[in-house]
Each structure stands twice: as C-alpha cells, then as structure tokens.
C-alpha cells in the first residue's frame, strides 16, 4: 500500500462493516499513557498510545504525537502489540518538528474496548524540567459503513525529567583527597566527564573541588592509576583545572590533585577519566533474502571499537527514522519488517560507549509476486444498498484486498484465498453513483505484496434512473422532453422565417434596382428615338448625292426601335 507529499492530506482507506443498517456513533477517546512519569537524564521511557472506544466498533486511526525538543527526543516506535492490522501511513518521526505521526486500520470487525494499543513511542530524556506530550489532529472513524469520525477528546501526558543521583566514590584513595592538617572532605568533580564510570569523547576535561579553608592552594597532573602531581605544578587558591587532552591518547585516564596546607602536602585524591574520541572500525552488512520476493530480509553486520566497545546498533532504512536493531534482533542477525515492492538502501550505524558512531550501507530488492485476476464483477449497480459481488484469482492462502475508488472517494474491502486460489467478495453497501473504479491485490502471511490485478468499472446508475424505481419521476422526464423538443421545433421556425424573409428582402431590393436602372435606359433610348426619328425627317429633305447619308439614318432609326423592343420584352418576363 502507498506513503509523501504527498497528497499534503492522507486519505485513509476505511474497511467498511458488511452489517446492512447504519448504527449510533459514540465518542472515542485518544490518550497516552507512559510507564513511568519520572525519568532521569539521558534514560528512556516507553509512552503508549491507546484508544478508547467502549460502546462502538472502530476501525481506523491517526493522530500526531508532539514533544518539546529541547527535552525528549523520539528514539523509535514500537508497533507490537498494536489493534492496527495494515498501515496507510507508518509511523514518522521528525525530532526537528517534535512530532510522530501515523495512521492505522483495523480489519472488520474492528476494535471495540477501553485500551486499545495502537504504537509505543520510546522518548530520551534530554534535560530536567516537565516536558507536555500532546496529541493533536487526531481521529478515530467508527466500522459503520460511513466512516464517522467519533473522536471524543485527546488527551496528553505529563514526564517529569529529574537529575540522575551523584555517583558515591568507589573507592577513598580515588575519589577523596586527605589533606595532611585538615578533617574536612576534599572532593573532585567534573563538569565534562559527570560519570567515572561511563565514557566521553569530549577533547577538554575539567574539573572542579572546594579547599579546607587553611589550604594555600593545590596541585594536579593527569596520568595513570597511580599519578602523583608535581609539586612545581602548584597554584594558590586554585579551585578548577581545565585539562586540553589532545596530547593524550584514548582509555582510561586519572586526574589526581593534592593540597598544600602551611606548607605541608596532603594525599593525593584521584578522579577515573574515561576517553574515546575515535568511531567503531569500519564493517559491512550482509542482505540474505528467501528469494527476491521476500519483503524481509535478514541483515548480518558486527563492528568492533578498541576502547569503549560497541555499545548498540541502529538501523534505517531509506528515508526513514533510525530505529534501535534489538527491535529487530533474531539469534545472529536482524530480520527486517515486511517491506513494500521496490528498491531499498538500508544502513546500520555502530555507536560505541562514548557516543562515536560509523555508519555502514547495502541495498536491496524486493519484488512482488504475481497479480491477482478479477475474472466476475457487476456492470451496473443502481443507487442504494445494492449488492456488490466480485469473483477471481489469487495465491492459495492468500488474503486479498479489492480497492474502488471515485471522485476523491475511496473503499477496501478483504477476502481470503481459498485453497483452490478463489476468491469471492460479497458486499451490500451503498456507493455515490458514477463510474467506480476496482482492482485487487493480496499479501500472504510474510508480508508478501502481489503486483495490482485487472482493473475494473462498475457503473452506480443515481436512483431517478433506476428502472421500476418512481413512475412519476419517468412522467417528469417525459414532459421535460416533450418541452425540450417543442423549444427547438420553435427555435428552427424562427430561424427559418427569418431566412426567408431575409431573402425576400433581397429580391424586393433587387427589383427595385432594376426598376431603376431600366427607367434610366427607356429615358436614354427615348431620346436616342426622337432624335432618330428628327434624323429621319432631316433625310427626306437632303438633296440630290446624298443617298448613303440616308440610308444610314434609316439603320440608326431601325436599331433603336429593336432595343426599345427588346426592353418591352424584358419588362414583361419580370
């Protein structure tokens, strides 16, 4: 199942209740409850997250976890034990931030009860104060078919981080100075190296005591077990000693002081100095897989350190936070949780006693196995508690998961694979209508992940569509039919009148125009006529010799008669 970005908002998959009728939603409660309220320095306390949900059945959670910084830090989160069966989101640690966030599911039926685990967040305590553990952002969706988010309240967590006690002398000679006139104490302290006993990787040692009140001053000298400072190294009054130890070399080192009192040396007192500046030796990490499909493999890794030793692993994988490897730890090596398909880094990180730490890296790859087939599925569904049946093919033994989607909206639902490799899925919900979308994939018992199946759509037709479903509501739609035709009828009649009469406009336009231009020419060939018909009088009357003159009046006067002929003749066809 897929983690980022992401969407910025996670969408969890709900597993939905296969109960037909919707039932009342009562509150929830988020809470954390840590083992201990009290907790030293640099120790860690284990901080559970439980939910409460008495009177209904839940089946999905998430809540963000938050923490001073400057006072816990998130070691690793612990899922054993959990009510939660898959992961939408694992749990992430930001100790930038101060958070841990993680969203879980429970398969049908869900959990209904009073303290339902759901992860163990481990905290290191860093200073002294009262650190606030919160819980916001949270919610807790009841098994109803719906969803419904019945969160109630959340509730946080009070750690009270103390100081660790002081460490009482092992031994007089090392750990208290005996001046030779004086009863009183003379005790050494340091505020680098607080623990004889532990081991520091810090390149300044210093150190701190109180003087009897006759004491002139003091000397001191790092060295072996057994140093005995200078009495040349002398200061009066001298109440601290700061120590560079670059010119030292790593492992156990005493820092032994001395009084002086009118004159006189006392004993000298000894403080163990425990040094280790440099990281473990490198080392590498071997992968060994079943096969490339297995999604959890085992990691072998040892690092040795010459002076401290190794103090603990911690392990990463990807992106992800470090974790510690005893989490992991089986005989010799490390068996990884079950991991998507796809290609990972994992790295090891080797801390010695002192807090130094090497880090080795391998990868590797897990594949997943083969697809599921979806082989029967409804077509169409109508709107409402409508059964959906889905029918196929996956691993024997198997359990497989049927995931739809819509517009945002999402639905799982899980079967077991038969012996046979069948499977069959039965659900009377109801789903928005439109066109959803299904596929499937099974995981077995190691955490194995098929490759997605064929997918598939299904149809949710809405209610007023559903044949059989309202005799009125096929009226509404046959009148609004009726209506929506006789509107375009009329919307096409108009249209083609107002063609129509655009086009006789245009002819009237044209005849008038011609009406026009044809009265211009009868005017034209009217005077042409008369002035023919003067040329013909003038031609009677022309003396002898001009005979031709004659006859060409009489062509010009019988060509002007033939077009005024001719546009009578016009005149009457229009």
């Known amino acids: 199942m897929d983690s980022a970005s992401k969407k910025k908002a996670v969408i969890l998959l709900l597993l939905l209740s296969p109960a037909f009728i919707s039932r009342a939603s009562h509150g929830a409660d988020l809470y954390a409850a840590p083992t201990k309220t009290e907790v030293q320095i640099e120790r860690t306390v284990s901080v559970p997250v439980y939910v409460s949900s008495a009177d209904t059945e839940m089946n999905a959670a998430g809540v963000t976890v938050r923490f001073p910084t400057d006072m816990l830090q998130a070691v690793s989160v612990d899922k054993s034990g959990s009510i939660f069966n898959l992961w939408p989101q ?17 398969l049908n039926p869900g959990y209904k009860g009073s303290a339902g685990k759901l992860v ?26 719906e969803g419904t988010n019945i969160l109630s309240q959340l509730k946080g967590a009070v750690l009270k981080i103390i100081s660790p006690p002081p460490v009482a002398p092992k031994e007089e000679t090392k750990q208290q100075a005996t001046p030779a006139k004086s009863t009183q104490d003379l005790s050494i302290r340091s505020t680098t190296h607080p623990d004889p006993e532990r081991w520091y990787s810090t390149s300044n040692a210093q150190f701190e005591w109180t003087l009897p009140s006759a004491a002139e001053g003091a000397a001191w000298a790092l060295g072996g077990e057994s140093v005995v400072p200078d009495t040349a190294s002398f200061v009066r009054e001298a109440t601290q000693a700061i120590i560079n130890l670059d010119s030292y070399d790593d492992g156990t080192r005493y820092f032994g002081m001395r009084a002086r009192e009118e004159g006189v040396w006392g004993k000298t007192s000894r403080y163990q100095v425990n040094i280790d500046r440099k990281p473990p030796e490198r080392f590498a990490i071997s992968i060994e897989q079943e096969n490339q499909t297995d999604p959890s493999p085992r990691l072998k890794f040892s690092a040795s350190d010459q002076t401290s030793g190794v103090e603990r692993y911690e392990v990463r994988i990807g992106q992800g936070s470090w ?54 599925y ?20 198997s359990r497989l998961f ?65 044949a059989g479903y309202n005799i009125g509501a096929w009226w509404v739609v046959l009148v609004f039919l009726a209506i929506l035709i006789m509107a375009g009828y009329t919307l096409l009649n108009y249209i083609a009148m107002s063609f129509k009469n655009m086009l006789l406009k245009a002819k009237i336009n044209r005849a008038v125009k011609r009406e026009e231009y044809l009265s211009k020419v009868r005017a034209l060939i ?49």
């Open 90 to 106: 694992e749990p992430i640690i930001s100790n930038s931030a101060g958070t841990v966030f993680f969203e879980g599911v429970a």
């Open 120 to 145: 163990s967040i481990v905290f290191k305590a860093k200073r002294t104060g009262t650190a606030s553990i919160l819980l916001s952002g949270g919610s807790v969706l009841a098994n109803d078919g």
């Open 323 to 376: 974790f510690d490897a005893e989490d992991i730890q089986s005989g010799d090596s490390y068996r990884l949780s079950p991991q998507k398909p796809g290609e990972y880094k994992v790295f090891v990180k080797a801390i010695d006693k002192a807090g130094n730490s090497t880090e080795a890296e391998n990868s590797f790859k897990v594949l997943p196995t083969d697809a599921p087939t979806i082989i029967s």
């Open 378 to 397: 409804p077509l169409g569904l109508k709107e409402g508690n409508s059964s959906l049946i889905f029918k196929g093919i996956a691993a024997p033994g």
């Open 402 to 466: 049927l995931r739809g989607s819509y517009n945002g909206s999402s639905v799982v639902f899980d079967s077991a694979v038969g012996e046979d490799g069948r499977w069959e899925i039965i659900e009377k919900m109801s789903l928005a209508s439109g066109r959803w979308e299904f596929f499937a994939e099974s995981r077995d018992d190691t955490g194995r992940i098929s490759l997605p199946s064929n997918k598939v759509y299904v149809r949710i037709v809405p209610l007023w569509l559903s």
């Open 526 to 574: 009217g005077q042409t006529s008369e002035i023919a018909t003067s040329l013909s009088g003038e031609a009677k009357n022309l003396p002898a010799g001009f005979a031709e003159e004659e006859k060409a009046i009489g062509e010009i006067s019988k060509d002007v008669q033939r077009e005024q002929e001719d546009l009578n003749k016009d005149q009457l066809k229009n």
